[in-house]
């Protein structure tokens, strides 16, 4: 497998525009994390879906972000409009099913600069 | 709220020298893991932690788990350069409903040679 799957690497946008960020799944995992990274807040959860639902998106910090799973397989986190305090590096993680006791599988995350 | 609170934030120590990272949470759990993050780079996986008293070891590395206490270590013996990395401990909440993953700030650890 190749684990999780994250698109793109690196986005440089202006302030205003829409960002849309992806993540493909571990196949056969359920569970399905977004965390933001910065220097001053750390690792911060922002939703986790569980059987492609939303479970929880009390860490969503705006009505600005979105996000979704179409499928079982698949995840997009949008932000519109972004402002340069969304600059961040957004990882996605996925594991198994609740219960499992296993960890959560990170991508390589999305390095986001908002100009 | 669940809090996962690790300290130290920051260690800077000598090449041979042990010392011991710590990681507290405030709810109940017993399912923890840590993580190593290199620079520009994703987590990777070190332990889980699953029950009570739970030790796991890997080369320098040891973990640990007292879930009465709502407390894990990580111990590093006789630090190698290598070993420099952030440390990031994570506390699994499973509920009927819940099963989110919460990260500690991370302890940047550097290793002097």
């Known amino acids: 497998d190749a684990g999780v799957i994250q698109s793109p690497r690196h986005e440089v946008t202006e302030m205003g525009q829409e960002v849309t960020l992806r993540c493909k799944l571990i196949s056969g995992h359920n569970s399905l994390f977004w965390y933001r990274q910065t220097m001053m807040r750390g690792l911060e959860l922002l939703i986790y879906?569980?059987?492609?639902?939303?479970?929880?998106d009390s860490g969503m910090p705006e009505d600005r972000f979105s996000a979704k799973m179409p499928n079982a397989s698949f995840s997009t986190l949008k932000i519109q409009p972004s402002e340069p305090r969304d600059s961040a590096v957004y990882f996605c993680?996925?594991?198994?099913?609740?219960?499992?006791?296993?960890?959560?599988?990170f991508g390589q995350g999305t390095r986001l600069t908002v100009v | 709220e669940l809090k996962v609170e690790q300290n130290p934030l920051f260690l800077s120590m000598q090449e041979g020298k042990n010392y011991t990272i710590y990681c507290n949470y405030s709810t109940t759990s017993d399912r923890l893991y840590w993580y190593r993050q290199d620079p520009g780079k994703s987590l990777e996986s070190l332990f889980v932690l699953l029950s009570n008293g739970a030790v796991k070891q890997e080369g320098r590395l040891m973990a640990s788990l007292d879930t009465k206490a709502r407390l894990s270590t990580l111990h590093i013996t006789a630090a190698v350069h290598d070993l420099s990395a952030t440390y990031f401990c994570a506390v699994d909440i499973l509920t009927n409903r819940d099963d989110k993953i919460i990260f500690g700030k991370g302890t940047r650890l550097h290793i002097l040679p």
């Open positions: 993680a996925s594991s198994p099913s609740g219960g499992a006791g296993t960890e959560a599988f």
């Open positions: 879906f569980n059987n492609n639902v939303p479970i929880d």
